[in-house]
């Protein structure tokens, strides 16, 4: 039984390993029919119950998609949308402003009904995350002793164990003692600045960039230097040099792969020479990689942390993206910076509460982790392509679109005319919201774009809800 359960294993992965190459090799091209399983059963000579299996799988990878009664077919678009335009930003150190508006969009978040288009949360329906719930009411369980009291400052080491051992996989090799466990990445963010930088100082980053690290920046009485970046490659190596050439920088902040909200992945020779570049200057980068386990394909990229050999990058991450942000964990690895780090996590939170990170520390340890993010990374991939579609198909003539390779955010770029704030108002009357640009910008840039959320497959009313924000985006371009 055994015996045959292995062979079973083994014929279907291979299959799998085969027909994905084939599809990443163009022999299959997107869109175009897979051979039926019938047909491929008796080509190889296997039964079935293995071709199907191993289409399943590809459909999870997000390669394939099933079409009833028809078959499977290679799963994606065929051509990369027309995509934003390489960034502006002011070329001197800013204040952030627009706390506002960050303010209005998370308040969005709640009211019943609300259509929230522009958030940056996770899909947390999904039965992959069952397993967990269940590790959460167990954890609860335990004896007071240990769930009541005060965790570790760096948090459990069972947690840091299971963090050290996924870290493998963007080529890191950590110890557990090089983790601290932090409340959300926000938290790890905000200690690496605070290890790093006095106020006043200047922090360069990628542009437009997530508001809760500008935000921070803003919190500290830092200034952002806002650097031009490219939808494909990220941020401009050679305008961060000049930069720094011009301004004392103490820190550069970039989240290199499926960038919110941008979407874009830096190729690892752009990471290499942003290192290199941090050396020359001898300069920290605080590396945000929460999205990175969403990259689509696998393996996922390197961190920049993965080169590093000095501890130079404290690399930033937590759970909120892969599993559930109401988890609040997330994590830290500040390299020579750790001393320091640990002190701000101790005098900003102290610890974190042990039952969390208890249950997720078995759930990962269960094998749980790898299952719910193979799964989300394939559901991801496909709603990325439909959400694009959709984009193209409503919005009107001139928009651009980012074509991320992994997590679910979108960015728009609307024709100039359309004021994304002003937009976001229009819609409150239909129970809408978008994430307007100027919350990405320290200084109010990027008015005609947006942040879409693609977490979900869109379903119809959400397809209503975009038609309607495109509508209002037409009649703003009408009436300029
Ligand atoms: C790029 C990026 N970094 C950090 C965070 C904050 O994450 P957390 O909820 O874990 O604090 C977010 C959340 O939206 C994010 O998009």
Request: aromatic share 8%; proline share 6%; net charge neutral.
């Amino acid at each position: 039984m055994v015996l045959y359960g292995c062979l079973v294993m083994k014929l279907y992965e291979q299959l799998l390993e085969e027909l994905s190459q084939r599809i990443e090799q163009g022999y299959y091209p997107v869109g175009s029919k897979l051979p039926s399983i019938r047909s491929l059963s008796s080509e190889r000579g296997v039964s079935i119950s293995t071709v199907q299996e191993a289409y399943q799988r590809l459909e999870e990878r997000g390669l394939a998609e099933v079409r009833p009664k028809s078959g499977y077919y290679v799963q994606g678009r065929s051509a990369v949308p027309a995509l934003p335009e390489v960034s502006r930003p002011a070329q001197r150190p800013l204040e952030v402003s627009h706390w506002e508006q960050v303010y209005h969009l998370l308040n969005s978040e709640k009211g019943q009904g609300h259509m929230a288009l522009g958030t940056a949360m996770p899909a947390i329906d999904s039965p992959t995350l069952k397993p967990l719930m269940k590790a959460l009411v167990e954890a609860a369980k335990f004896s007071s002793d240990q769930f009541l009291n005060y965790c570790d400052i760096r948090g459990s080491e069972k947690l840091r164990k299971q963090i050290a051992r996924l870290a493998v996989d963007s080529g890191c090799q950590l110890h557990p003692d090089e983790i601290i466990i932090t409340t959300g990445c926000q938290e790890a963010l905000v200690c690496s600045l605070r290890a790093i930088t006095q106020p006043g100082d200047i922090v360069a980053t990628d542009s437009p960039s997530f508001y809760g690290s500008t935000q921070a920046i803003k919190a500290l009485g830092l200034k952002a230097l806002e650097i031009p970046t490219h939808p494909e490659t990220g941020i401009s190596l050679e305008a961060l040099e000049l930069a720094l050439d011009q301004w004392p920088i103490k820190a550069i902040q970039v989240t290199p792969t499926c960038n919110n909200p941008l979407g874009y992945t830096m190729p690892e020779e752009r990471r290499k020479a942003l290192l290199r570049l941090a050396q020359q200057y001898d300069l920290p980068i605080i590396e945000d990689d929460i999205y990175g386990d969403l990259y689509y394909k696998s393996p996922r990229p390197r961190t920049i942390k993965s080169f590093d050999e000095e501890g130079r990058v404290l690399l930033c991450s937590s759970f909120s993206k892969t599993l559930a942000y109401g988890l609040r964990l997330g994590w830290v690895a500040p390299g020579q910076c750790t001393e320091r780090v640990l002190h701000k996590k101790f005098v900003s939170t102290v610890s974190n509460p042990p039952v969390q990170q208890e249950a997720v520390a078995e759930f990962i340890a269960q094998g749980g982790y790898e299952r719910h993010i193979r799964k989300m990374k394939a559901q991801y991939q496909l709603a990325r392509d439909m959400m694009v579609d959709l984009v193209e198909a409503f919005f009107p003539e001139g928009t651009r679109i980012s074509y991320p390779a992994g997590g679910y955010l979108l960015w728009v770029e609307l024709p100039i005319e359309v004021d994304t704030v002003k937009l976001n108002k229009r819609l409150e009357s239909k129970n809408i919201s978008i994430a307007p640009g100027v919350i990405f910008s320290a200084s109010g840039k990027y008015r005609n774009c947006m942040r879409l959320n693609f977490a979900k497959k869109p379903d119809e009313k959400m397809k209503q809800a975009l038609q309607y924000v495109a509508d209002e985006a037409q009649r703003l371009i009408d009436e300029a």
